[in-house]
C-alpha cells in the first residue's frame, strides 16, 4: 500500500502490466487461473473470466471422447433395444406405437447414463442410428420369422402380414425416435 490513505494502490499494480508472452504489450488483464498478465492475443475466454493460452485450452474434448466400454454401450444399447423394439412391432400391432414411445425415451435414457451424459452429434448419430439400424434388423427377423412359419405350405401370405402389421412396425420406429428425443433433446 502507499503512504496516502486515500489512494488505495497497491505498488504492484500501480501501471499497466505486460504480457508474459509479449512483454511489449501492455495490459491490464490476469489471467483467472495463474494469475499471470496476458494481452488479448493470449486471452482465452474461460467459464468465468479469461485466461492464459496453458490454463484456457482443453486438454481433451472430454464431452464428445469415449472409453472403449463407453463406445460399446453406446452401440450395443440403442441397437439391441431397437431390434427388440423391431420384433415386437410386427408381433403387437397398434399397440407397438405406445410401448415404442416410452421404450424410447426408456433407453435414451439408459443411453446417456451408460455413455457418461456426452453431447454432441456424434452421440446423436450414435443414439438415433443405432436405434433405426436394430429396429430394421427387429423387423427383418419378424419378417423371417413369419416366413418361416410357413415352411411346408406352398403360398406364404406375405402380402397380408405386410399390409397389415408392417404400417405398425415403421410407425413404431417413428415413436421411438420420438421418444428419445423427446427424454434427450438437451444434447
Known amino acids: 500500500m502507499t503512504a496516502d490513505p486515500g489512494a488505495m494502490a497497491i505498488d504492484g499494480d500501480a501501471g499497466p502490466l505486460y504480457c508474459y508472452r509479449h512483454p511489449k504489450s501492455e495490459t491490464y488483464v490476469r489471467c483467472g487461473r495463474c494469475d499471470q498478465p496476458i494481452c488479448p492475443k493470449c486471452a482465452v475466454q474461460g467459464p468465468v473470466g479469461f485466461r492464459c493460452r496453458q490454463c484456457g485450452l482443453v486438454k481433451s474434448a472430454t464431452i464428445s471422447s469415449f472409453t472403449p466400454r463407453q463406445l460399446a454401450l453406446g452401440l450395443g444399447i440403442p441397437i439391441g433395444a431397437g431390434a427388440i ?73 406375405m402380402g397380408v402380414w405386410l399390409q397389415s402389421m408392417l404400417p405398425y412396425a415403421a410407425i413404431g420406429l417413428g415413436a421411438t425416435l420420438a421418444g428419445a428425443y423427446s427424454r434427450v433433446r438437451w444434447f
Do not use: D, H
Open 85 to 157: 423394439l423391431g420384433y415386437l412391432g410386427g408381433q403387437v400391432g397398434f399397440y407397438s406405437i405406445f410401448i415404442a414411445f416410452f421404450a424410447g425415451a426408456f433407453v435414451a435414457e439408459a443411453f446417456v447414463r451408460f455413455v457418461g451424459l456426452k453431447r454432441g452429434p456424434i452421440v446423436r448419430a450414435m443414439l438415433y442410428g443405432g436405434l433405426a439400424a436394430g429396429f430394421a434388423a427387429g423387423v427383418a427377423l419378424e419378417i423371417a420369422t413369419f416366413a418361416g412359419s410357413f415352411a411346408g405350405a406352398e403360398e406364404v401370405p
